[in-house]
């Protein structure tokens, strides 16, 4: 017999149940807004950006930008795949069988976590003054642990790593806590063991792993 839902999933339940397409499609615009305007300010702190700009100086920056603007969809569809496999497998080991295309859809759900901090850097650059360069732009990552040392304190193999254990990171993590409770039906207690496993192990693998294999 099904268990039924506690009063904390029936109401993220409700909370997303609309259209996933739609979403998708207002998803992905968002980021490519923000991260359009945020190469701008990037290319916008170069020294004599107008000049060389005219001179075409900028022409490859602006291929692999669009490269990676049409890219981008692909990337976050590849990313929930991946996500939810994680999650799937994770629980698989423990035990515990969950419909993969509910993890899939939750995944899609929980990547608007990432949007903020996307919009964070874009308004803290918004006005940058004249001593901004564009790698610190490039290189911001708000409420992580690389902002907390500063970027000019750590090692440049560091940087990706210290940028990526940030408190959005927690939030997303709290959010697939709910969500996995939602979709399993299973206890938060169960479900915390779950993301561990499934999300946080992962990632603290990937990072150990781009760590040691970066090179100046």
């Known amino acids: 017999m099904?268990?039924?839902l506690s009063s904390e999933a029936q109401r993220?339940?409700?909370?997303?149940?609309?259209d996933k397409r739609i979403?998708?499609?207002i998803l992905v615009i968002l980021f490519l807004i923000i991260r359009y305007l945020t190469n701008t300010l990037i290319l916008e702190s170069i020294p004599d950006y107008d000049a060389l700009e005219q001179r075409g100086?900028?022409?490859i920056f602006h291929i692999f930008n669009a490269l990676n603007y049409l890219w981008t969809p692909f990337a976050f569809l590849w990313k929930f795949t991946v996500i939810s496999f994680l999650f799937w497998w994770g629980a698989f080991m423990i035990g515990y069988k969950v419909p993969y295309k509910e993890l899939w859809q939750f995944a899609l759900v929980a990547e608007v976590v990432f949007l903020f901090p996307e919009l964070i850097r874009l308004l803290v650059f918004l006005d940058p003054s004249s001593s901004v360069t564009y790698q610190q732009i490039d290189e911001y990552r708000a409420f992580s642990v690389l902002s907390l040392l500063g970027p000019e304190n750590v090692a440049d193999k560091y940087h990706y790593a210290l940028g990526t254990l940030n408190i959005f990171e927690i939030f997303y993590g709290i959010l697939w806590l709910y969500g996995f409770h939602m979709v399993s039906r299973r206890s938060l207690g169960e479900s915390s063991i779950v993301v561990f496993v499934s999300y946080f192990i992962p990632l603290a693998i990937w990072l150990t792993f781009y760590i040691m294999v970066y090179k100046e």
């Open 23 to 25: 979403y998708f499609l």
């Open 2 to 4: 099904t268990k039924p």
């Open 12 to 18: 993220l339940k409700d909370l997303i149940d609309f």
């Open 57 to 59: 100086d900028f022409m």
